[in-house]
């Protein structure tokens, strides 16, 4: 990514397992936001805690995805807030959350699913005056042509932009449509 010319702040180091090493790299290049996924992630932090921000990844199903991620990555949405004011209680800043549904995925009922539980959890924080969420990181997992033809793009991000419709204003969203974008090269 460096040699790439990527601006650091554009970057965010999703990484499930980060290495002391691996976070001094990141921050030494300018990078600054991280994704956790449970407590002994976020208190890798600690140290670093004026430096960074760190998005927390939260668990969702989605047995219709080709490659279901949920057992790999993220916590059970029902942990999140707790996650949320241990990392206060560290002095480690959440700025929001993270999902990833899965790879190569049918339709986009999981991806609307996963922004409404996230929509949730953002009210929750607020009403237990949590510092205000600003980010969330829809993930990818957006279908391309492979042996059978995919939905037409538009057509699969109407349920995810009515989804993002519901979440409060300045709410950044962002997100990583990998293969959506360099799949297609490949053939």
């Known amino acids: 990514v460096q040699a790439a010319g990527i601006a650091p702040e554009r970057c965010i180091h999703t990484h499930p397992v980060k290495r002391d090493a691996d976070i001094r790299k990141a921050l030494d290049y300018g990078v600054t936001t991280f994704v956790a996924d449970n407590l002994d992630e976020i ?3 600690r140290r670093y805690r004026d430096r960074v921000r760190l998005i927390l990844r939260v668990s969702h199903r989605s047995p219709d995805a080709m ?3 949920s057992r790999k990555f993220g916590c ?15 002095g480690i800043a959440i700025a929001g959350f993270s999902f990833h549904v899965g790879s190569q995925v049918a339709n986009a009922d999981a991806h609307a699913c996963a922004i409404g539980i996230c929509a949730r959890l953002i009210e929750e924080g ?11 990181d829809i993930g990818g997992g957006f279908p391309i042509d492979y042996l059978h033809p995919a939905q037409p793009i538009e057509q699969f991000c109407r349920p995810i932009r009515a989804a993002l419709a519901q979440l409060p204003a300045g709410i950044r969203v962002i997100s990583e449509p990998g293969r959506y974008i360099c799949g297609p090269a490949g053939f």
């Open 43 to 45: 208190a890798k932090f």
């Open 67 to 69: 490659v279901d991620l």
């Open 126 to 136: 607020r009403q237990r005056g949590l510092p205000p969420f600003t980010v969330l």
């Open 76 to 90: 059970a949405p029902e942990a999140a807030i707790g996650l949320v004011e241990g990392a206060a209680r560290a």
